[in-house]
């Protein structure tokens, strides 16, 4: 059950890996965006400096101050403990894209932006609308039969995998293979766990990929892993690791941030029932909605690991040459500073500059279609189910516990 506590109550927060913040993260947000804009407290592996204000994330997010090469920044260290000898294919995750600055950085995006450009996306449009109405036939009749669905395991879910596997041209034949790696990585990073998909599950997706990699060399087709395949053929200086770790950013930043968005979307929706009667009565207001999805709890609230460059002085705490900062991304966007009313979900808010996909060079490559496979999943689902309801009450549903996401284990509805 998710608590809420008046935040003059809160003394330092415990543990930021502990279900006690994730279970109120948003009243301790408040308290430290009001007692300690600059943070320093446990998250992931150590120590780190937490930045929770809007203005301060959106500035230096994008701030050359500010790096994410911790193999290149002095005196950092890296996310996980240094007695955990890492793989090589958990170096790769560590260091894809999202992690890298430039001119690295510019090199990969460019190769791989030609998959998500609204062009190629848009191709995707007819597939998806065609998928969400072959889940939602299924989770229909299951709803009927049982009397309740879980909609994230019966519709949100297969939305992102199906995409995923389509873009990187894997076969019906080896999906299960591919899927239980997708799953055993997406489900890896909370607790100890991390050890295992490290050490574990990771060399064994890694090994997949690189044997697909070899089968699309000799069998080309019209896929994005084709298309890296041949841009690094073409001359560009993209080598086997880096496109594993592609594939690897794909299937973490395509299929965790849609998944949450489509069910926090729903969620948000149903414990707002004037929003969702506003949305029927003007469906146009879909993408005004998702941005508020997006803002009121985002899927991914905090971005990815930087470090300093050199000491930053910030509100009077100087952040060290080489220490960790992570950006609170759902804390900024909650900032009333920026959003006025901020605890309020409201589907028609504008201005709407929420940092739910990031901001700057490393912003979200994929949110152009996160965006549109929760469009088409969100329009389907309303039009069809016009008596859409919870099967349980708001407080049994819980959170995953996964760092750095606000995702939820099931989301037990009625469809009809």
Request: hydrophobic fraction near 40%; glycine fraction near 6%.
């Given at each position: 059950m998710i608590t809420t506590q008046s935040p003059k109550k809160l003394r330092l927060p415990p543990d930021l890996t502990s279900?006690?913040?994730?279970?109120?993260?948003?009243?301790?947000?408040?308290w430290?965006?009001?007692?300690?804009?600059?943070?320093?407290?446990?998250?992931?592996?150590?120590?780190?400096?937490?930045?929770?204000?809007?203005?301060?994330?959106?500035a230096l997010l994008k701030d050359p101050r500010i790096g994410r090469d911790n193999r290149k920044i002095a005196g950092s260290k890296p996310p996980f403990p240094s007695f955990i000898p890492l793989p090589n294919s958990a170096e790769l995750m560590m260091h894809s894209m999202i992690g890298t600055d430039e001119p690295d950085h510019k090199r990969l995006r460019s190769l791989v932006h030609q998959a998500f450009t609204r062009k190629s996306l848009a191709q995707l449009?007819?597939?998806?609308?065609?998928?969400?109405?072959?889940?939602?036939?299924?989770?229909?009749?299951?709803s009927k039969t049982e009397g309740w669905?879980?909609?994230?395991e019966a519709y949100a879910q297969p939305i992102p995998v199906t995409v995923i596997q389509e873009m990187v041209g894997v076969s019906d034949e080896d999906m299960p293979r591919f899927y239980e790696g997708i799953q055993a990585?997406?489900?890896?990073?909370?607790?100890?766990?991390?050890?295992?998909?490290?050490?574990?599950?990771?060399?064994?997706?890694?090994?997949?990929?690189?044997?697909?990699?070899?089968?699309?060399?000799?069998?080309?087709s019209n896929d994005m892993l084709t298309?890296?395949?041949?841009?690094?053929?073409?001359?560009?200086?993209?080598?086997?690791?880096?496109?594993?770790?592609?594939?690897?950013?794909?299937?973490?930043?395509?299929?965790?941030?849609?998944?949450?968005?489509?069910?926090?979307?729903?969620?948000?929706?149903?414990?707002?029932?004037?929003?969702?009667?506003?949305?029927?009565?003007?469906?146009?207001?879909?993408?005004?909605?998702?941005?508020?999805?997006?803002?009121?709890?985002s899927p991914v609230q905090t971005a990815e690991i930087t470090y300093?460059?050199?000491?930053?002085?910030?509100?009077?705490?100087?952040?060290?040459?080489?220490?960790?900062?992570?950006?609170?991304?759902?804390?900024?966007?909650?900032?009333?500073?920026?959003?006025?009313n901020?605890?309020?979900?409201?589907?028609?808010?504008?201005?709407?500059?929420?940092?739910?996909?990031?901001?700057?060079?490393?912003?979200?490559?994929?949110?152009?279609?996160?965006?549109?496979?929760t469009k088409i999943a969100l329009t389907n689902l309303l039009k069809r189910n016009p008596n859409l309801r919870l099967a349980v009450d708001p407080s049994e549903l819980k959170l995953q516990g996964i760092q750095g996401f606000h995702s939820y284990k099931s989301l037990p509805v009625v469809l009809g």
């Open positions: 279900k006690e913040f994730a279970n109120n993260k948003y009243e301790y947000y408040k430290m965006r009001q007692e300690a804009p600059v943070f320093r407290g446990k998250f992931f592996a150590g120590e780190s400096y937490l930045l929770t204000r809007y203005e301060d994330c959106a449009s007819a597939r998806i609308e065609q998928l969400t109405n072959e889940l939602l036939d299924k989770a229909e009749a299951k669905v879980d909609l994230k990585i997406i489900k890896g990073f909370s607790g100890w766990r991390v050890i295992r998909t490290m050490l574990w599950d990771m060399p064994r997706l890694s090994k997949f990929v690189r044997q697909l990699i070899n089968c699309k060399r000799g069998n080309p298309g890296l395949i041949q841009a690094e053929e073409e001359g560009e200086t993209l080598d086997e690791d880096e496109i594993v770790s592609m594939v690897f950013l794909i299937i973490t930043a395509g299929f965790e941030t849609t998944v949450h968005l489509i069910i926090n979307g729903v969620l948000a929706l149903l414990k707002h029932p004037e929003q969702l009667k506003k949305l029927r009565a003007n469906p146009e207001l879909i993408e005004s909605a998702i941005e508020e999805m997006l803002r009121f709890n300093a460059r050199e000491d930053i002085l910030l509100h009077g705490v100087t952040i060290p040459k080489g220490a960790s900062v992570f950006f609170f991304i759902g804390a900024a966007n909650h900032d009333p500073d920026v959003f006025e901020p605890e309020i979900f409201d589907i028609e808010r504008f201005p709407n500059k929420h940092l739910g996909f990031g901001t700057g060079i490393h912003s979200c490559l994929g949110a152009t279609l996160a965006r549109m496979e």
